[in-house]
């Protein structure tokens, strides 16, 4: 059983910067690409960023591409969401999860995961 757990989350101001971190047990993450995610109330969940299982291919969403940075440290079985010049649109409940490598899926779709963390809040002021 994998367990993730995100944090780093806060209530920061407009232009400010947050890195979330996503520290798993159960399974080395070296094995697995992940993603972000996030989600508003009453809104469905969003695709953030992908990593692929070594790091070296990664994909973003066109409204945090150029702010947002994933990257992953294997050693320490983390990933990472470093969120530069915040706006108040990103304010949301930011997830990690484990893609399930099943051949076909869409790295943007939630249903390509299989393993979520709670989530951690990230609140952007204006």
């Known amino acids: 059983q994998v367990q993730l757990v995100e944090s780093g989350g806060g209530l920061v101001q407009t232009g400010a910067s947050l890195r979330l971190s996503c520290a798993a047990s159960?399974?080395?993450?070296?094995?697995?690409?992940m993603g972000w995610f996030r989600q508003v109330p009453g809104k469905e969940r969003e695709f953030v960023a992908f990593?692929?299982?070594?790091?070296?291919?990664?994909s973003y969403a066109d409204s945090v591409k150029g702010r947002f940075t994933i990257s992953r440290d294997n050693a320490k079985n983390t990933m990472y969401l470093q969120m530069n010049s915040l706006k108040p649109e990103d304010t949301a409940l930011y997830y990690c999860a484990t893609h399930s490598g099943r051949p076909g899926t869409l790295v943007a779709a939630p249903s390509s995961y299989d393993y979520w963390g709670q989530g951690t809040q990230v609140t952007v002021s204006s």
């Open positions: 990593i692929s299982r070594g790091g070296g291919s990664t």
């Open positions: 159960g399974r080395t993450l070296s094995s697995v690409a």
